[in-house]
């Protein structure tokens, strides 16, 4: 009777072993796939956001030419960023852009480099 008690035993220990190999490779790969998800939805979000500032720039409302001198600097918290239309917070980075009117734009520093290369293609 110890003989089969002992035969059992090891076959429950052999499929613990299997399903905690199963376990792990399944948290693993969860594990893999929110981090491919993060970085899908951060590519994602960057593609439609430089649609939005290709959208502004051929409607004029972001300008094309960029000027000789920009100013940045952390942010006071009050306003919206002209190219995401997102809040600035306090002490976030903010660039100044000089338009050819005369007036500015405010730009996180993100949407600045985003703005920067979208423009540079048109």
């Known amino acids: 009777m110890s003989a089969v008690v002992s035969d059992r035993r090891a076959q429950l220990n052999a499929a613990c072993c299997r399903h905690g190999v199963a376990i792990q490779l399944t948290s ?10 993060r970085e899908r939805q951060s590519q994602l979000s960057v593609f439609f956001l430089g649609r939005r500032i290709a959208e502004k720039l051929a409607e004029g409302r972001l300008p094309l030419r ?3 001198v920009i100013s940045g600097g952390p942010s006071d918290g009050v306003g919206c960023c002209d190219a995401c239309g997102s809040p600035f917070y306090e002490h976030q980075l903010a660039m100044e852009v000089p338009t050819p009117r005369g007036g500015s734009v405010y730009l996180h520093a993100d949407c600045f ?10």
């Open 28 to 37: 693993d790969y969860l594990v893999q796939s929110k981090a491919f998800q």
């Open 66 to 68: 960029r000027a000789a």
């Open 113 to 122: 480099v985003l703005w920067d290369d979208v423009r540079r293609r048109v």
